[in-house]
């Protein structure tokens, strides 16, 4: 409860003289600041302890149906630890680590990405610029995914999703600042609540992916495909799958563990961690060039480092064509059958609080009874019922959801990180997540006994 309370109360550290606006913590959703203000955090407080100490979730399903003959598909699982294992898919970074080693030149997160995610966040309801407080070079990765078989199509078919699919790599950054103080209290390591999500394709620029995705984007379903482009599609899926998977095998450099959700061995202990360090930024320049970024997503709350009273934040997206990010508006598609169900405006980011959704998408919501409800997060009440279905990646493909729906699933409901740090805490792992890196391990370890 203390730690509830010191959070929903807190304010910015002191390690930088910055003058904080107060629109920056009233946005124009917010109550305004007032001589009641002390009321409206009571009751934020009153809500989150409520939230936190309420009944347990409901139970999730815990297995994804199985793909059909056909696809990258699943192999039985190999003696515990061996190659692939889920730390070889999901690198999860000690904090104290990702800020003493800030991945140097082709590694390292492009200022220009930053700059055009901090004019999108500023042109928002946050109407700040968050470099006032996260500084650029305070941004490091904390985290990264890797899949041999990332859904290209819009469809939440188990058959389209394992087959028509492309190896992908996602790298999650984050601003981590040291001996930070926080309410009072001197954080070693404190990251700052906003993180930027970078989705690459490996070989972007293969004819056959490029053609692949022309296909889908006009429609066409797994069994219109041609079988010579089928054929051609599959055969070069795994043979670019085959060559991710043995990049990340020459990333090995310890003893393990490497099985289970958890951080990444090497960084555990000061004689290997700057052996890895070293081969990341060797691998990643091939693996993540900059122009092989398809997609950018990235979120933030206003500044003053106080989200529960804050009680904002805002999601921007990006789609990106030889390394050049473009703003790309949030659209959600029906997942039985990819049509378009609900697109923001493209000057819009997507804004949220703990409870609700961002109002143009309630607006949608409103209107006529719509699949899109089913697919979207719009109060946070909603969440116990659907979380089942958002947390399975063969029911809800990202194009099916919202930003911020996808995030919402979290120990507290200011929590919005998926595969990055809250505050002090240690690093949040989101059910979603979890899933994700299981189907990513069953396809992983048929292609690798294929091979």
Not at 408 to 425: M, V
Request: negative net charge.
């Amino acid at each position: 409860m203390w730690y509830l309370l010191s959070r929903a109360l807190g304010r910015s550290g002191d390690r930088r003289a910055v003058s904080v606006p107060d629109s920056a913590l009233s946005p124009a959703r917010s109550p305004a600041r007032s001589p009641d203000c002390c009321a409206v955090l009571f009751v934020t407080l009153c809500v989150t302890l409520c939230l936190a100490c309420g009944d347990p979730p409901a139970p999730r399903a815990d297995s994804a149906p199985p793909p059909p003959t056909g696809g990258v598909g699943k192999g039985d699982a190999p003696p515990s630890g061996a190659f692939p294992s889920e730390r070889d898919l999901a690198w999860l970074i000690p904090a104290d680590e990702a800020l003493r080693r800030p991945l140097r030149g082709a590694a390292a997160l492009p200022s220009a990405w930053l700059d055009a995610v901090e004019e999108a966040l500023a042109a928002s309801e946050l109407g700040a610029r968050i470099s006032d407080e996260s500084w650029p070079e305070d941004w490091r990765l904390v985290s990264a995914r890797a899949t041999v078989c990332s859904p290209l199509g819009r469809v939440a078919d188990a058959e389209e999703i394992d087959r028509l699919c492309w190896p992908e790599v996602r790298l999650v950054w984050q601003p981590l600042v040291a001996d930070l103080n926080v309410s009072g209290v001197v954080r070693a390591v404190y990251a700052d609540d906003r993180a930027l999500h970078a989705l690459y394709f490996v070989s972007r620029e293969h004819p056959t992916l490029a053609e692949m995705r022309a296909a889908l984007a006009g429609g066409a379903r797994l069994r219109q495909l041609g079988g010579d482009l089928l054929a051609r599609f599959e055969r070069a899926r795994d043979e670019e799958g085959l060559r991710l998977l043995r990049a990340l095998e020459a990333l090995r450099g310890a003893a393990g563990p490497y099985a289970g959700l958890g951080e990444r061995p090497e960084l555990l202990s000061p004689a290997l961690a700057e052996g890895f360090w070293g081969a990341l930024e060797g691998a990643l320049p091939a693996l993540c060039p900059p122009e092989g970024l398809h997609e950018l997503t990235a979120f933030s709350l206003p500044l003053g480092r106080a989200p529960a009273a804050a009680d904002l934040w805002s999601f921007v997206a990006f789609s990106a064509e030889g390394g050049r990010l473009t703003p790309a508006p949030l659209r959600v598609w029906g997942a039985e059958d990819g049509a378009l169900l609900f697109e923001q405006r493209l000057d819009r980011s997507e804004d949220v609080t703990s409870s609700v959704g961002d109002p143009e998408l309630l607006g949608a919501l409103a209107g006529a009874p719509s699949p899109l409800a089913a697919q979207v997060v719009g109060d946070v009440g909603e969440l116990r019922e659907k979380a089942a279905r958002l947390n399975d990646p063969y029911q809800t493909l990202v194009p099916h959801t919202t930003c911020s729906s996808c995030h919402r699933d979290n120990n507290l409901p200011f929590n919005f990180h998926n595969l990055s740090y809250f505050e002090d805490q240690p690093l949040s792992v989101s059910p979603r997540a979890r899933r994700d890196v299981e189907r990513d391990l069953g396809n992983a370890r048929a292609l690798w006994a294929r091979r």
